[in-house]
């Protein structure tokens, strides 16, 4: 479903298990980005008048899924960390050229967004399925529909917004390179790393 062409290798759940503290508060700043990302956009392309109402909605959302990490984290006794760089979206976001048109620009932004949601939403699987922390196991496979509805809506406005061949061939181009960043990374404690 989410057309990833390098799944998680499963070993990767063993890391998180080692390092609950870690992806939890990796985690609860990917949420926190995602929040503004939906900001940046309605800021960037208000025009979109559909777009700024989704974006809308998804702060409200991201923003409570931050709370929810961040809960978890002082429910065990922690603080979150510090934010630290994301290797895997710096290097995500070399795909595309720099500039081009509005639209041009919306789209690499929306294509972008769908494959961190997707990737998200394949990590969340594994973990709910994988981890032996059975509380964290559930709140993962509640959040994995989320992602899941995220990457759609984001790879839907993509083709809405621009051409929808030209679209379609830029996403699987894009898969291709994200399965190469996955063959070097994905042996950290990070949700996408």
């Not at 208000?46 to 429910?75: G, N, W």
Request: with cysteine; charged share 30%.
């Amino acid at each position: 479903m989410l057309g990833l062409k390098l799944p998680t290798d499963p070993r990767w759940v063993n890391i998180v298990e080692k390092n609950i503290e870690e992806i939890l508060t990796d985690h609860a700043y990917c949420e926190q980005k995602a929040t503004s990302t939906a900001i940046s956009l309605i800021v960037q392309f208000p025009e979109y008048t559909e777009l700024v109402q989704e974006m809308t909605a998804l702060v409200k959302e991201e923003i409570s899924h931050f709370k929810m990490v961040h809960d978890k984290i002082i429910a065990r006794g922690w603080v979150l960390g510090r934010d630290r760089k994301d290797e895997y979206v710096n290097r995500l976001m070399k795909f595309f050229p720099k500039g081009g048109n509005r639209t041009t620009q919306l789209v690499h932004r929306l294509l972008y967004a769908a494959l961190i949601e997707a990737r998200s939403c394949e990590r969340f699987r594994l973990l709910s399925e994988e981890l032996n922390d059975r509380e964290l196991s559930e709140f993962y496979r509640n959040l994995m529909a989320s992602e899941a509805n995220h990457y759609t809506m984001f790879l839907g406005f993509a083709r809405k917004y621009g051409d929808r061949e030209e679209v379609d061939q830029k996403w699987q181009d894009l898969l291709e390179f994200e399965a190469k960043i996955m063959q070097v990374l994905g042996k950290d404690a990070t949700m996408h790393g």
